[in-house]
């Protein structure tokens, strides 16, 4: 185990403004908005901003506010933020991210989950947090081929037994971070005391019935056929994807940016009200400056060799879990009944607010819930 702290060379930084600044924007529909992808006249703004406005090393020192670690896992050096809170080792929780996202996603929830009576809670709901970076992600070592949930999983409970010491720990996530999740529960259930999900990726081994269930896949499909393109090609092709995007930050930016538009909840605030520029950057940042963007696409053909996305015929999640559901454009919220022929459901909450990205929209609603959940199982 060895610290680490982001470290963003001038030179490169340099380097970087000089290829966004050279870009040359390909031609758009008028009146484009963001019907065919990334929005045209975001994306320009974004990188004038990203050139003129973004302090790169203001972002790193944010990412340095709070300790890291790199920890050799078998083949991989993880990157993990650890921060012993005041539950002083009584409550270990590993938070994993999803894709696009990384470890900044909960930038906004550690200091209220590990210190709570700062922030107008109760001391004994604290949490000591692990936050890892994905193998192929963001600050951790990238693996010598495409590997999936199923396989994190194993690292990360390594990674809490082995490297941290915690030989029981609770388990959240989103996204890719709700399979790991699920696979730590389903593989690994002798060290998870719990799991709390906020998206369903890993499905039980049924078939929807039922008119409730049938609907929800319906409409499942249908988001699939709107918003998954992305999906299907780093599930099918993804180093196709990596020759147009290495050494191209302005299209990596685009690819990811589209992302958070796309699966925030804007009902009731604007793109630029839910995600800052400087947390959008900060986020692209993490991949281009580490060469991450190739190694974290090929993690969906890692799935599919894995099967992560449905359970092995005949299992399902027997550890405590809860499903906190926020209203996400990327996925319809599944049927309770669906949920709970997979997983051992012991809590559901319909969140108010809220998309894909719960911890970085809602991190007020999304720290409330983890610690009601927690509670309830002391």
Same mark, same amino acid.
């Given at each position: 185990m060895e610290r680490f702290e982001v470290v963003w060379d001038e030179a490169r930084l340099a380097a970087l403004r000089a290829a966004v600044r050279?870009?040359?924007?390909?031609?758009?529909?008028?009146? #484009?908005?963001?019907?065919?992808?990334?929005?045209?006249?975001f994306l320009a703004a974004l990188c004038a901003y990203w050139v003129d406005g973004f302090d790169a090393q203001a972002a790193a020192a944010d990412l340095n506010r709070f300790p890291q670690f790199k920890v050799r896992v078998e083949d991989i050096d993880v990157h993990a933020v650890h921060v012993v809170g005041e539950a002083e080792g009584r409550r270990p929780l590993i938070l994993t991210h999803g894709w696009p996202g990384s470890v900044h996603e909960f930038w906004q929830a550690i200091e209220p989950l590990a210190f709570p009576s700062r922030h107008g809670g109760r001391a004994e709901d604290a949490f000591d947090l692990v936050v890892p970076s994905l193998p192929g992600f963001g600050f951790s070592g990238k693996p010598a081929y495409p590997i999936g949930a199923r396989t994190t999983a194993r690292l990360f409970d390594r990674l809490m037994r082995e490297g941290f010491g915690y030989p029981r720990y609770l388990a959240q996530g989103g996204d890719w971070g709700s399979a790991v999740s699920a696979w730590l529960a389903l593989e690994h259930a002798e060290a998870v005391r719990g799991i709390h999900l906020n998206y369903l990726l890993v499905q039980p081994d049924a078939e929807p019935a039922g008119a409730e269930e049938l609907a929800w896949k319906a409409a499942f499909d249908d988001t699939q056929q709107r918003l998954g393109g992305y999906s299907h090609l780093?599930?099918?092709?993804?180093?196709?994807? #990596?020759?147009?995007?290495?050494?191209?930050?302005?299209?990596?930016? #685009?690819?990811?940016?589209?992302r958070f538009h796309d699966w925030a909840d804007l009902r009731t605030r604007?793109?630029?009200e839910v995600f800052s520029m400087d947390q959008l950057l900060t986020c692209v940042m993490i991949y281009v400056m580490n060469d991450a963007f190739t190694t974290a696409a090929w993690y969906y053909n890692g799935a599919t060799a894995e099967g992560v996305r449905r359970m092995p015929a005949g299992t399902r999640v027997t550890v405590p879990t809860a499903f906190a559901a926020f209203s996400d454009p990327r996925s319809p919220t599944p049927p309770r009944s669906w949920v709970e022929r997979g997983y051992a459901l012991t809590r559901w909450t319909d969140q108010p607010r809220g998309g894909h990205f719960a911890a970085m929209e809602e991190p007020g609603l999304f720290v409330d819930d983890l610690r009601a959940w927690a509670r309830a199982l002391d």
């Open positions: 050279r870009y040359e924007a390909p031609p758009s529909p008028r009146d #484009a908005g963001w019907r065919y992808g990334c929005d045209p006249d780093q599930m099918t092709k993804p180093q196709s994807l #990596a020759y147009a995007m290495t050494g191209n930050p302005v299209a990596q930016a #685009a690819w990811i940016v589209e604007r793109f630029d």
